[in-house]
């Protein structure tokens, strides 16, 4: 595993992208491997020739483009015409009559990540964007701090970009995540600690070895792969942006570039301006951001961990701040749920809807319920739900709470048996609901 070059630190002249400016002071850097502002040691951001978009960027050109994220290239970093396609994103945006029904909405859209390619969440779009934008800059080995999806990405578009890979994880996470890490061949460091700290000693590694970290020192690049989740909403709504959407909240990110996506389709004129409003979900056990917005902060106190979310449990969240402020100046709002509630979100979804979605989802699920409850949702609003994960990852949340096959023998008489006893408890758990 060798350093970076940092070759094709410039944007070429098609690029849309000029550089990387700070979202605290302003400081505006050339387009490098860096994260941190070294006056105020804010947080960095991509720049982009909003005017040059405007003038060649139209929705004919978007949907002549390929069936991935890279239908949106010129509104990501990347230099190539030839970036890392693996087939990520234009995952369904899904019509959920059945749960909408059951929760009082008139229309309400999933935006179904817990099928994307090639890893299962929606962390596979701000990868492709990472190693693309990590390759020009001439990294041979890439790497993360990771919850476990974000690792499963890493490792698995590495792998198909032949570059090197090592990942760090908390070495408590579920089986399935790290299998599905483990299986694309990196080298897998599992972390007696917790996100926080796993990332605090990728910081580190960062700094000694000189590798590509897709969230540190490659971190204003990869996460502007999250923006395409908030451009393909647009478009297959038909060009236009919702009333309300329910995202979960783990460093914030994800919600802030759902936001920054509809405001670029709106700067360029690819969609009608709306207010849009923004509501996070967290779990109680790590809701750092939850806990701001309700007691009004504008600061984030971090805190450790504990809950069966895990991927989203991040203690001192990078973005927080800024999501809470979206939050509020679209009237939003911020949530935080059980873990009992966690999975009674997880069944909701897959018994209305069919769709089998991780902790994160099952957080976001519970999150819209007691926003609609609360009287927080409208029920004539267009409301879109983001589903980040698929359930197969972490099958131990529900194990328990979910039954058991009935077994019988290969006999008719034996099935009717079984049939009826089936029967019988439902009609008890009805009961108890009624009751």
């Known amino acids: ?3 970076a070059t940092q070759s094709l630190t410039q944007p070429s002249s098609s690029a849309t992208f ?3 400016k700070c979202k605290e002071c302003g400081a505006e850097y050339e387009a490098k491997a860096i994260h941190v502002c070294e006056f105020c040691f804010g947080p960095l951001e991509v720049m982009y ?3 040059a978009l405007a003038q060649t960027v139209t929705r004919e050109r978007i949907q002549a483009g390929p069936n991935s994220i890279w239908r949106y290239r010129p509104f990501l970093p990347v230099v190539t015409d030839t ?3 693996v087939g990520t994103g234009m995952t369904p945006l899904l019509k959920a009559n059945r749960l909408a029904r059951r929760l009082g909405l008139k229309r309400l859209y999933i935006k179904n990540d817990a099928v994307n390619m090639p890893t299962l969440s929606f962390k596979d779009r701000v990868v492709s964007v990472a190693l693309t934008r990590a390759r020009e800059l001439g990294f041979t080995t890439v790497s993360c701090a990771s919850t476990g999806n974000l690792a499963n990405s890493t490792a698995a578009i590495a792998a198909h970009a032949g570059l090197d890979c090592c990942v760090f994880i908390p070495s408590d996470l579920e089986a399935g995540k790290v299998l599905g890490t483990l299986v694309y061949g990196p080298t897998v460091m599992a972390v007696h600690g917790n996100y926080d700290q796993v990332n605090r000693l990728c910081s580190e590694v960062a700094n000694t070895h000189g590798w590509g970290f897709v969230n540190i020192n490659l971190r204003p690049y990869y996460s502007e792969g999250s923006k395409t989740l908030g451009y393909e909403v647009a478009e297959q709504l038909g060009w236009q942006l919702p009333d309300h959407i329910v995202a979960p909240l783990a460093s914030g990110s994800l919600f ?8 670029e389709f709106v700067k360029v004129g690819l969609v009608e301006e709306k207010a849009v409003r923004f509501s996070g979900a967290q779990a109680e056990g790590c809701s750092p951001i939850a806990q701001a917005f309700r ?3 504008d600061f984030i106190t971090p805190v450790k961990p504990s809950t069966i979310a895990k991927s989203i449990a991040i203690g001192n969240p990078a973005d927080g701040i800024y999501a809470v402020d979206i939050a509020r100046k679209t009237n939003g709002n911020i949530e935080s749920v059980t873990d009992q509630e966690i999975v009674e979100g997880m069944k909701l979804l897959a018994e209305t809807e069919g769709i089998f979605t991780e902790t994160a989802g099952g957080t976001t699920i519970a999150t819209l319920k007691k926003l609609v409850e609360a009287g927080k949702i409208n029920s004539d609003e267009t409301t879109v739900v983001y589903i980040t994960g698929n359930g197969l990852k972490t099958q131990e ?3 328990g709470y979910i039954g058991q096959p009935l077994t019988i023998e290969p006999k008719l008489d034996s099935f009717e048996r079984a049939l009826e006893r089936s029967r019988t408890l439902d009609r008890l758990e009805w009961q108890e609901v009624l009751v």
């Open 49 to 51: 020739d909003y005017s």
């Open 1 to 3: 595993m060798t350093q």
């Open 397 to 399: 949340a529900v194990q």
């Open 295 to 297: 007691e009004e902060r």
């Open 83 to 85: 970036p890392i396609d």
């Open 256 to 263: 802030t570039k759902i936001y920054k996506g509809f405001q």
């Open 18 to 20: 000029t550089g990387l």
